[in-house]
């Protein structure tokens, strides 16, 4: 009975990685993947049923981490915040924020590839639908305020998304124009002046 070579996988998936960083995953040449990994296309097809199915391998990590993250800002129980906590999650706190960025930062080129290089994939349009998952989170937040009267703003699911799309792509640009940590620490603090969801609310 023969036994898998597991070692072909972190190499496989390393090759495929820089492949798809380079030239995107339209462009990618699964032989070039194959040749870097030192494997065979056969070894690649007992695997993974072409390069989509490898692509999706590749950025398994970070799609699980930012489903993660989501879901927890959509699966809150309001019941347990106190007024003061529920008018805290619209200021944008310096520190919270950069938090975010650095679990943006841990699975970065993961985050480049959905962003980025993921054209022709079930992940083309994964920047508008991360902001269109948010929305539903920020949605919950803002009726939740409004509900407690604490925000005096009203803002249709529309302009939440419109809101949403705009600070995304502001958290987005810095990876995708490949900033170093430094500079993103710089563009935290530039984003925490420039964009005011209490104002944007009216938060009481």
């Known amino acids: 009975m023969s036994v898998r070579d597991t070692s072909i996988d972190p190499r496989l998936l390393e090759s495929a990685r820089k492949e798809f960083m380079d030239r995107g995953f339209l462009k990618a040449e699964l032989k070039t993947i194959c040749d870097n990994a030192g494997v065979t296309t056969g070894a690649v097809y007992k695997r993974y049923k072409g390069k989509e199915e490898l692509f999706r391998a590749v950025v398994q990590e970070t799609t699980e981490k930012l489903d993660s993250f989501i879901t927890l800002r959509r699966e809150i129980d309001f019941a347990r915040m106190a007024d003061d906590e529920v008018r805290a999650t619209w200021i944008m706190d ?91 620490e710089e563009h935290c603090r530039v984003l925490c002046r420039c964009f005011d969801w209490a104002g944007a609310i009216c938060l009481k």
């Not at 539903?136 to 939740?144: T, V």
Request: with cysteine; aromatic share 16%.
């Open 94 to 184: 310096e520190k919270a924020i950069l938090d975010m960025f650095r679990m943006l930062w841990d699975v970065r080129e993961g985050f480049v590839l959905l962003l980025e290089k993921s054209a022709g994939t079930a992940y083309e349009n994964y920047g508008h639908d991360f902001a269109f998952r948010m929305t539903d989170a920020y949605m919950q937040y803002y009726r939740e305020t409004r509900r407690r009267g604490l925000a005096e703003a009203e803002i249709s699911e529309t302009e939440m998304h419109m809101l949403c799309s705009s600070f995304w792509m502001a958290v987005y640009e810095p990876f995708i124009h490949r900033m170093t940590w430094e500079e993103i």
